[in-house]
């Protein structure tokens, strides 16, 4: 299949007609989940409490139901996303399939970066991570112009865990656009959670697809 992360372009993806039909993000609003950190070999965890009720976090790839079971936190990037500069922080929210039997694949991971802005408002997801209170995944995803969370615009490829063992069993889906956060949100992770990163790796002859 191939390593992750990668480098993704806007002009070397093929836009799918219709995103959602591969994958769709549950929206829950009211949501919250609590959850606790556990390091192991530099690379922290924020395992996810198992749900108190049948909100919770889950999407849906290739007509299979999956939920939310961590969250990885990189103070340095690992994927490179468009042009230009390049962010600052990436946040990995690690989905498990809902139910056992037969899955696409064993793990489905959305990637979001964020862009180091002092002037942006306080970023309520990191906010409730830096003080260890519940959590809603919602918070982390960019907003649009109008202010809406975007859920609907990301890359997709097929690629591995980039911490060890590395194996080649995640389907990625990093978003286009990206979060805003500053340094006093990064500094409390950063010194209580410090992570490993891992360089781009080569795409070979995997395909990338979009949904925008």
């Not at 299949?1 to 995103?19: K, N, R, V």
């Not at 490829?157 to 911490?163: A, F, I, K, P, Q």
Request: some cysteine; glycine content about 8%.
């Amino acid at each position: 299949m191939g390593q992750s992360p990668i480098e993704l372009y806007e002009t070397d993806a093929l836009t799918l007609a219709c995103g959602t039909d591969l994958f769709e993000i549950d929206d829950p609003k009211d949501c919250k989940i609590s959850g606790k950190f556990k390091t192991e070999k530099g690379h922290a965890n924020f395992l996810v409490d198992p749900p108190e009720k049948d909100h919770f976090p889950e999407l849906t790839f290739r007509g299979t139901r999956y939920q939310l079971a961590k969250i990885h936190l990189h103070t340095h990037p690992e994927h490179v996303v468009g042009e230009g500069e390049q962010a600052k922080y990436e946040i990995h929210l690690i989905h498990v399939p809902k139910r056992g039997g037969a899955a696409p694949s064993p793990l489905v991971v959305i990637g979001i970066l964020y862009t180091l802005d002092e002037k942006a408002p306080a970023n309520p997801g990191v906010k409730c991570l830096c003080n260890k209170i519940k959590i809603n995944p919602i918070d982390f995803f960019p907003l649009l112009e109008d202010g809406q969370t975007d859920l609907v615009n990301w890359y997709h490829y097929e690629g591995s865990l980039t911490t060890f063992p590395y194996s080649e069993n995640v389907s990625w889906f990093v978003m286009r656009d990206r979060g805003s956060i500053t340094n006093a949100e990064i500094a409390p992770l950063q010194t209580g959670e410090p992570q490993d990163y891992r360089k781009v790796q080569p795409l070979d002859r995997r395909l990338i697809v979009r949904s925008f």
